[in-house]
């Protein structure tokens, strides 16, 4: 772990940024003499570090405490996340942080406190885990406001052998997968994407558009970047490889002009259409059946018989319409009394016949 409880001083500070060795003496010297603490049990920890190992702290015996028997592959991804983080957010960045009022099976690997937006939280993976402690960390997904990217160590990826593009997940793995926007370049209609980080060689993997559901094994685009030219993208957290904004970027640019140009279409369309032309709804509803008898009407017969199919009784339409026989009747109507005038035909359907009227 990277973080201890200074008992003199009252907090707890982080090992990771003793990387001075000539600081290295007088940090043993204080563990020597017990002043520092496990800041999870508070009980007795002693600082390592060396040419190989990072600056930490260990318990002096095993302990029943969470970080008491963290592996390295954990250990050197948190520590290589840290780091990372720190130079795009600097001391907003904590490691080993448990928030108040969040039931944790143990502290979450790195935060970020951000003010006025929702912290980032950042959870490592060294191995599967047991359903309750999948579900407890659901639960503590959807709490405090955080927005949460989990990370799996390198040494989890498994490549089906001889079968590029198909990897093999265990459920944990399964289980925090996420949807990203990115996963839209690689192919449509995927589950998400899953990270992995190798801590020592501080190489990021993300298998993006993970689709094709058969047992554990999954279809998925692999990148990887070194972890120093991967940045971050803030509204959610999650890591973005080299050249990915721009490509959606690209994407969304050149989508919106598509939407456009269909538009564009559209209106023309719809400028081209003549509002001479009657309403196929006139067509389907003529009460005298010409619409399923007869051929096919010419366009300016169309645009000569238009008026046919509106109420005679409309406004104006009693000035311009002729005397014409009724069809029910037979009796000349003048076009005062006329319900319905067919133009076509020249005929209508007078007001007594309609109306029932003797």
Not at 109 to 124: I, M, Q, S, T
Not at 225 to 233: G, K, W, Y
Not at 303 to 327: I, L, N, W, Y
Request: proline content about 9%.
């Amino acid at each position: 772990m990277f973080r201890a409880w200074d008992r003199t001083k009252r907090c707890d500070p982080v090992s990771l940024r003793f990387m001075d060795p000539a600081g290295w003496e007088p940090m043993r010297e204080r563990h020597r003499r017990r002043e520092f603490g496990c800041a999870e049990c508070r009980s007795d920890v002693l600082f390592r570090a060396g040419d190989v190992r990072r600056p930490h702290v260990a318990h002096r015996s095993v302990s029943d405490c969470p970080l008491s028997r963290e592996s390295a592959e954990l250990l050197a991804a948190r520590a290589a996340l840290y780091e990372w983080l720190r130079r795009k957010f600097g001391d907003a960045v904590r490691v080993e942080h448990r928030p108040p009022g969040v039931a944790l099976p143990r502290p979450i690997d790195c935060w970020v406190a951000r003010p006025e937006k929702p912290p980032l939280a950042y959870w490592v993976f060294d191995g599967g885990r047991k359903t309750v402690v999948r579900e407890q960390l659901r639960d503590a997904e959807g709490m405090g406001g955080a927005l949460w990217t989990f990370v799996f160590a390198g040494a989890m990826l498994k490549p089906v052998p001889d079968e590029p593009g198909r990897f093999r997940l265990g459920p944990t793995e399964r289980a925090f997968a996420r949807p990203s926007r990115y996963d839209v370049l690689y192919a449509a209609g995927s589950a998400g994407s899953i990270r992995y980080l190798d801590g020592r060689t501080r190489m990021l993997t993300t298998i993006r558009a993970l689709r094709d559901h058969e047992g554990p094994v999954r279809r998925g685009a692999r990148i990887d970047s070194p972890l120093d030219e991967v940045t971050v993208l803030g509204g959610t957290g999650e890591f973005v490889h080299p050249g990915e904004h721009e490509e959606l970027t690209a994407l969304v640019l050149e989508k919106r002009a598509a939407a456009a140009e269909e538009r564009r279409r559209a209106e023309e369309r719809a400028r081209e259409w003549s509002p001479n032309e009657p309403p196929r709804s006139a067509w389907r509803d003529r009460p005298d059946g010409a619409h399923l008898e007869g051929p096919k009407a010419s366009c300016g017969a169309v645009a000569a018989q238009t008026d046919s199919f509106m109420p005679a009784t409309s406004p104006g339409v009693a000035r311009t319409r002729p005397p014409a026989p009724c069809e029910m009747c037979g009796r000349l109507t003048p076009a005062a009394d006329q319900i319905v005038y067919d133009g076509g035909r020249g005929t209508c359907k007078c007001r007594r016949c309609m109306h029932g009227r003797t």
